[in-house]
């Protein structure tokens, strides 16, 4: 079972979204038949094999063991995957295009990046399983609190000016075999847990694109 599963077609997102069949993929973070599920979320057994059958079918969870039982062969599932981001290639006529307004202050373009960031990452992960080859990716997550917007502001200079720095220094146009790799920085105001999304004192430097 895979951490992350990337749903990448319209039919999947569509039997993913479904409330039934989402509770059936949480449970099945665990191996269950029909029988053991159907106790758990009040349907009949008929019930239930019929939306397992159709998860199966788009590949979002998997046959792990048959128990024979009498004359009757239970079949034990689990979920691909503990998980499941939904690529914005599934929704292909109206996924979003970072280059169609570009703006670093903008947390629409921001989330458009993000969006991207899903669905090239995704294809990767799918290319790489069916070639039995990882994908080679690195991440950097973290926190930073800025007394004031100019802080703020002052941050996101600097960060802009050491990104430029590096990207100069290593990226090599004419590298024989070289392969480009896109370089996504973002800084965005943290959600609290327990409160809706907050705007501090000073204001957030974004505007709606």
Known sequence: MFEVGIIEEAGAAEVALDPIRARLLALL???HSAT?????????????????????????????????????????LRATAASFVISP??????????????????????????????????????????????????ALDGNVRFASAADRAAFAQELT????????????????GGRDHRVIVAIHPSLRSDTAPQIDAGGIDTKES
């Open 89 to 138: 290639s599934a929704l292909s006529e109206v996924q979003p295009d970072p280059a169609r307004s570009p703006d670093r202050l903008s947390a629409r373009w921001l989330l458009a990046v993000a969006a991207r960031l899903v669905k090239e990452v995704g294809t990767l992960i799918t290319g790489a399983a069916r070639a039995g080859k990882p994908a080679a990716t690195f």
């Open 36 to 76: 053991s599920l159907a106790a758990i979320v009040g349907l009949s057994r008929q019930k239930v094999n019929y939306h397992l059958k159709t998860l199966e079918t788009h590949g979002l969870v998997e046959l792990i063991e048959e128990r024979r039982k009498g004359n009757v062969t239970e079949r034990v």
């Open 161 to 176: 000016a050491a990104v430029a720095a590096l990207v100069s220094r290593y990226h090599d146009e004419r590298a024989p």
């Open 29 to 31: 973070v665990e191996p």
